[in-house]
């Protein structure tokens, strides 16, 4: 972890830099949709919403991160098990690629096993999240509620067994389509 780096929970009044923050992380991506920054606000206003695993990256007062891990449902026969969905995590462009990204990763992973969650959902790229232990969701029998590559659905255990015995659909909010 980089010395002066704080992970901590977001605060009401730093929404607006998040979304500057989030709106700058994604403008040059070839996979966003340059939504990113109104979904979080978007769903910041929903019942998937848990303030705790809304997290920023403070590096010397200068927010240069964000994660946000909100609530989903697999929908297994009768039966519905909660899990979380990662998105989005966003690093400004001058501070990508030192590892600011995976120690939000890795604190929300912490945060979400404090509240009870075994998994975590991800839509993302195939290259960058199996790191952080994500692996393809097919493989656990769990399927996205809309059309998404293989590779780039994948799912962590955040403990041992997490998915055992489940499978099924993945209910996302709306505001993910």
Sequence with gaps: MMKDLIIRQEKEEDYPEIFNL???AFREMEMADGDEH????RLRKTEAYIPELSLVADLNGKLVGHILFTK?????????????????V???????????????????????????????LVIGHEDYYPRFNYRIASNYGLKAPFEVPDQNCMVCELVE????????????SELFY
């Design 22 to 24: 989030i709106e700058e």
């Design 38 to 41: 109104y979904l979080v606000d």
């Design 72 to 88: 989903i449902w697999i929908q297994d026969g009768e039966q519905k098990h909660p899990s979380l969905i990662l998105a989005p």
């Design 90 to 120: 966003s690093v400004l462009p001058e501070y990508q690629r030192m590892g600011i990204g995976g120690e939000l990763i890795q604190e929300g992973h912490r945060i979400a096993v404090e509240f009870g969650y075994q998994s975590v």
């Design 161 to 172: 067994g997490g998915l055992e015995e489940i499978s099924g659909v993945v209910e996302i």
